[in-house]
């Protein structure tokens, strides 16, 4: 199985950036696609981004389109999403995900088999 760990969430004001980063250790990397879900309180989890394995191909929700990108070093066993003009709706625990997949250009878009503790991200107005 993978090991998923994720890091860089805080406390930013509307309009600012964040980068999470998801460091992952187990097995091969490459063999996963990966996403990032969030929860807000009170709320379900939900899809923000996915990537395939080799990076490739990637998915957004409507929500994230345009403004939050989503990427992978492969070598460095470590998934990222870049948040860019971030909105008080956008505060969650963000959470990355991994599935194994067979083929490399599917993106991951439901929930995986594993998953990282979360990170809080808190949008302040």
């Known amino acids: 199985q993978v090991q998923l760990a994720e890091s860089g969430g805080g406390l930013v004001q509307a309009g600012g950036s964040l980068r999470l980063s998801c460091a992952a250790s187990g097995r091969t990397f490459s063999n996963y696609a990966m996403g990032w879900f969030r929860q807000a309180p009170g709320k379900e989890r939900e899809f923000v981004a996915g990537?395939?394995?080799?990076?490739?191909?990637?998915h957004y929700s409507d929500s994230a389109k345009g403004r939050f990108t989503i990427s992978r070093d492969n070598a460095k066993n470590a998934l990222y999403l870049q948040m860019n003009s971030l909105k008080p709706e956008d505060t969650a625990v963000y959470y990355c995900?991994?599935?194994?997949?067979?083929?490399?250009?599917?993106?991951?878009?439901?929930?995986?088999?594993?998953w990282g503790q979360g990170t809080q991200v808190t949008v302040s107005s």
């Open positions: 990537i395939s394995r080799s990076g490739g191909s990637t």
């Open positions: 995900t991994a599935k194994l997949m067979v083929y490399t250009i599917a993106v991951l878009t439901t929930p995986g088999d594993y």
